[in-house]
């Protein structure tokens, strides 16, 4: 019996050609199971994610199992597509290495990401729940975790965040440790600060004020995060409140001042509270960073932050690899 | 023996201080930093209660066993607050201080080789050095999570985000709690040696005890301005680490 895997992912098929093979969450285990019953197949399970679609299968014949499923794929989803064009096929050994890098984060489109390890495993247990996987699959994939979690945690991989918004929060944990109960208010209601408003919460900070020019448009994004909307020629007064303030308006001069903060550090009783400048030109005044209890931190820091993040997870990829290879060296896993 | 049982914690401190601090220059956290306090509070008591079995009294009658019993307080405090708010790193910083404080008592002759039996014991003279030098233990390791706030505060401002003692330094609240939360536990008892000496028997100058009260009234005040005022943690940072060398200049001139 083979491992097999067919798949298609972000270097593979744009998004219009990735959303027709995408699997919902619901349908998995249902999509695993009928691949289970395909001609030549033994077994079967599907993985889809945003960024992939791929279908594992174990059977004696590869040719006939890979031939029944694109005739499949074809029939039902891309019946005006060549599958070829966007479709890679792995076999056995290969198969597993492709797995075992999937889970480890290797193969996403931000190198070392996290999600993908729990989006494996649903899928993992959604097709194991009805019956869809056996002998060749179930070793196969408890393999690839237990692999996927030693190169997580004996490597950098995952290490630092890699977007401006992840930088933010990291340095939120840095100064505040755990967010829960941290107050923000978002200065502009731009996308990227929506992202990073959005991070902090996903992280437990609560208590979320919007402010903007517009009312209307600070209205919105405080709905959408929970938070409260305050009027731009009043959003002072809630920086007694606030352990961050988020800015990025387009406003072409600085709107956060020093004496804004001089105004409320008695009533803060001299907390610490974290500056996000994400607006160009800059709107928290240089000056501000000054004030003894203030940590200040432009476009420019948080990017560098990133990309240096990013540096140090494609300089661990190497050891990543090695480390999948020995282990599975060692496995000795059925269909490779 | 007793002066082995010092030797052997002096040589764990250092240890476990060498091996935290090359943990933190790669990046990593050091697993073996609490294991080697643990073994140097576990020396220190031994030498303390051969000292005050020597004694037949507390072992608080030289310098050098007051330092001793000063790095015993500190030790044991950060194995509290340390394991309770996951500040491992605060061993490496806590290492060093009893180093110095073992070795003053080993090498400065401040250690008295034959101690001699205690004649007379006196209940409130007792518990007015004990609870005073549990105090400084507390006050001790305030000073040192004020040490570590000052380091990642200049860290934090200066951008300088990606070594490995930045990312091994717990977060700064935590660290401002943790001192603050020092600080009153340090207070507390302070009061109480106070309090003690004031109601044990004295002889000659009172001179002890008016510093002591100094120190006291002090500590009293940075803790109720901060707890109604408030101060940035600089500076609360500053006065924990300025008290404590302080009083400790003190009582060494006295």
């Excluded at chain 1, 649903?122 to 994939?141: K, W």
């Excluded at chain 2, 023996?1 to 933190?24: C, E, K, N, P």
């Amino acid at each position: 019996m083979d491992l097999l895997c067919l798949g298609l992912n972000h270097r593979t098929a744009p998004v219009e050609v990735r959303e027709r093979f995408a699997v919902p969450g619901h349908q998995l285990a249902e999509t695993s199971a009928e691949l289970a019953k395909l001609d030549g197949v033994a077994e079967g399970l599907v993985i889809s994610t945003c960024n992939r679609t791929e279908y594992y299968l174990a059977g004696e014949d590869a040719h006939r199992a890979f031939a029944a499923l694109e005739t499949r794929l074809a029939a039902e989803i891309a019946p005006d597509h060549d599958l070829g064009d966007h479709f890679y096929h792995k076999q056995r050994g290969e198969a597993a290495r492709h797995l075992c890098r999937v889970a480890a984060g290797l193969d996403s489109m931000v190198l070392g990401e996290t999600e993908i390890f729990g989006q494996v495993k649903a899928a993992y247990a959604a097709a194991l729940d009805h019956g869809a996987t056996g002998p060749v699959l179930n070793r196969v994939f408890q393999r690839a975790f237990s692999i996927g979690k030693k190169v997580r945690t004996d490597t950098a991989i995952q290490e630092g965040a890699t977007s401006v918004a992840g930088a933010a929060v990291e340095l939120a944990e840095k100064i505040f440790g755990k967010l829960a109960g941290c107050r923000v208010i978002v200065v502009g209601a731009g996308e990227m600060s929506r992202q990073t408003a959005q991070a902090l919460v996903s992280r437990g900070a609560s208590s979320v004020f919007v402010t903007n020019r517009s009312f209307e448009r600070a209205g919105e994004l405080a709905r959408e995060m929970g938070g409260l909307a305050v009027r731009f020629d009043e959003w002072t007064a809630a920086l007694a409140d606030v352990d961050v303030v988020i800015s990025s308006t387009s406003a072409p001069h600085t709107v956060v001042l020093p004496a804004h903060i001089q105004a409320v550090r008695r009533k803060r009783k001299y907390r610490p509270l974290f500056l996000i400048d994400i607006a160009v030109p800059r709107d928290i005044d240089a000056a501000c960073g000054a004030i003894e209890e203030v940590y200040l931190y432009d476009i420019d820091t948080l990017e560098q932050l990133a990309e240096e993040a990013r540096h140090r997870r494609q300089r661990q990829i190497e050891l990543c690899e090695s480390i999948i290879g020995a282990e599975l060296e060692k496995a000795n896993l059925p269909g490779v | 023996m007793d002066r082995w049982y010092l030797i052997a914690s002096t040589l764990f401190a250092l240890a476990g201080g060498a091996w935290g601090l090359w943990s933190v220059l790669h990046g990593t956290r050091s697993r073996w930093t609490m294991a080697s306090m643990v073994a140097v509070f576990g020396f220190q008591l031994a030498f303390l209660s051969a000292r005050g079995e020597a004694r037949g009294a507390c072992p608080l009658r030289d310098t050098g066993e007051i330092l001793v019993f000063l790095a015993w307080s500190l030790t044991m405090f950060y194995l509290i607050v340390g394991s309770a708010y996951r500040l491992s790193l605060l061993g490496v910083f806590t290492a060093p201080v009893v180093v110095v404080f073992h070795g003053v008592a080993l090498f400065s002759g401040l250690l008295d080789s034959s101690p001699e039996r205690v004649a007379s014991h006196n209940f409130w003279g007792e518990v007015h050095a004990a609870v005073s030098v549990l105090a400084y233990g507390a006050l001790a390791l305030a000073a040192v999570a004020g040490v570590m706030f000052l380091v990642l505060d200049r860290l934090l401002k200066d951008h300088h985000l990606t070594g490995g003692l930045f990312g091994n330094l717990p977060p700064a609240r935590e660290l401002l709690v943790s001192l603050q939360r020092l600080l009153w536990l340090g207070g507390g008892l302070l009061t109480l040696g106070v309090l003690a000496g004031v109601l044990m028997p004295r002889t000659g100058s009172a001179s002890h005890l008016i510093v002591a009260t100094l120190v006291w009234l002090g500590y009293m005040a940075l803790i109720f301005t901060q707890q109604t005022r408030g101060l940035t943690g600089r500076r609360l940072s500053w006065c924990a680490l300025a008290g404590f060398v302080i009083s400790l200049a003190v009582f060494a001139f006295i």
